[in-house]
């Protein structure tokens, strides 16, 4: 099966700082998603992004699936942006089994 | 708009004792599977099913029995509990023609 990389597996900024989390995936796919878990557990989607550049906020995530890496920046980050970060990756094809990362967990600290 | 809804949302169970979480989604999503979640791990598959009558296993299926009767539910079964269970499991849905995938918000089961 396709193997996720999620990088840093932690990472604790200050409130205000930028941070980019990183996504490797072992092989082609037809489609990714950022998900955050927040300290209560749910798992909320941040972007829908096979390929390309997206923004929403202070959120942006960009696919590069040719060299099959995703990033996910977050820019003047803010306490409630601490949870886990999940990378989620499908190959279709008679495939229907998405594959999760390990995550990065971030702290945003006052 | 309720979107994905799993029952119960706590259950405490004896080893060996049979119980069955509840999924339901209200969006005519084809497509429903099964996580669970473990401490310092991401979500690993357990079953997953395409459709009404259609279901087939995902990377960790041992232990856990599901059925799609309908469209709406897709219920996961652990016939009998062991500790080895204890987790906590997420439905998931989502059409066929787009990826994004949406959430419950999931269900902690101890099994003692």
């Known amino acids: 099966g396709i193997q996720v990389e999620q990088s840093p597996p932690d990472l604790i900024l200050q409130e205000g700082a930028n941070s980019t989390l990183r996504c490797n995936f072992s092989?082609?796919?037809?489609?990714l998603q950022w998900f955050h878990q927040n300290p209560w557990g749910q798992l909320i989607n941040l972007f829908y992004?096979?390929?390309g550049t997206k923004q929403n906020g202070r959120l942006s995530a960009t696919t590069v699936a040719t060299e099959r890496y995703s990033l996910l920046y977050i820019s003047s980050s803010q306490t409630t942006d601490s949870g886990v970060y999940f990378c989620?990756?499908?190959?279709?094809?008679?495939?229907?089994?998405?594959?999760f990362g390990t995550g990065t967990k971030l702290q945003v600290i006052p | 708009n309720a979107g994905v809804t799993q029952t119960p949302k706590f259950q405490v169970l004896k080893t060996g004792q049979s119980m069955t979480l509840q999924c339901a989604q209200d969006?005519?999503?084809?497509?429903m599977s099964w996580y669970r979640q473990d401490p310092g791990m991401g979500l690993r598959l357990i079953h997953y099913?395409?459709?009404?009558?259609?279901?087939d296993q995902g990377e960790v299926p041992n232990g856990y029995n599901v059925s799609r009767s309908t469209t709406e539910d897709f219920p996961l079964r652990l016939l009998s509990a062991a500790p080895s269970q204890t987790s906590v499991y997420f439905c998931?849905?989502?059409?066929?023609?787009?990826?994004?995938?949406?959430f419950g918000e999931g269900s902690r089961l101890t099994v003692l």
């Open positions: 998931a849905s989502r059409t066929m023609n787009t990826g994004e995938l949406f």
């Open positions: 092989d082609s796919v037809n489609n």
């Open positions: 992004i096979p390929s």
């Open positions: 989620a990756v499908e190959r279709w094809g008679g495939y229907q089994k998405v594959t």
């Open positions: 969006m005519n999503h084809e497509y």
């Open positions: 099913s395409v459709g009404a009558g259609i279901t």
